[in-house]
């Protein structure tokens, strides 16, 4: 798990009309995290409430928002304004991030020596394609596609 916060104070922001999203966090330091809605999940505590795979959301061109919940709130006795403490971790995808991790799947598929067989340079592209994926979705994609093309 990435640390994205320690025992940092954050004010709990209150904007009505804005659904889920009427009491949120933003989150400093996330703006250049990758991912879409959904996809990117987050565990921690605030003022010692500890909440698991929250979604961290995307806003264009600033940092990400996490919404607190009323079961939260009431847990901490805050609302709009306050300042709470949070830790936040971003859970780990489990993503490959190693050519030797992707050849390992390749092998799991029977498809290592097929791979092998390909000309360096259209390895070297796909290992790279591949391992550069934002997301585990999109990554299990493109290795899903190169099976069936080598198969």
């Known amino acids: 798990m990435k640390t994205l916060l320690k025992s940092e104070k954050l004010i709990l922001r209150h904007q009505p009309g804005k659904g889920a999203w009427t009491y949120h966090l933003v989150i400093p330091g996330t703006k250049d995290i990758q991912g879409s809605w959904g996809e990117m999940k987050v565990s921690g505590t605030i003022d010692g409430y500890e909440f698991k795979d929250l979604n961290l959301a995307p806003v264009t061109n600033a940092d990400k928002m996490v919404s607190v919940n009323g079961t939260i709130r009431k847990a901490i006795?805050?609302?709009?304004?306050?300042?709470v403490i949070v830790t936040m971790y971003m859970n780990s995808d489990n993503k490959l991030s190693s050519?030797?991790?992707?050849?390992?799947c390749f092998?799991?598929?029977?498809m290592l020596k097929e791979f092998k067989a390909l000309p360096n340079d259209e390895r070297e592209e796909i290992?790279?394609?591949i391992l550069s994926q934002p997301n585990e979705s999109r990554l299990e994609q493109k290795i899903m596609d190169v099976v069936r093309k080598l198969s």
């Open 99 to 104: 050519k030797d991790q992707l050849l390992d």
């Open 127 to 129: 290992i790279t394609t």
């Open 77 to 83: 006795n805050k609302s709009g304004g306050d300042e």
């Open 107 to 110: 092998n799991d598929a029977g």
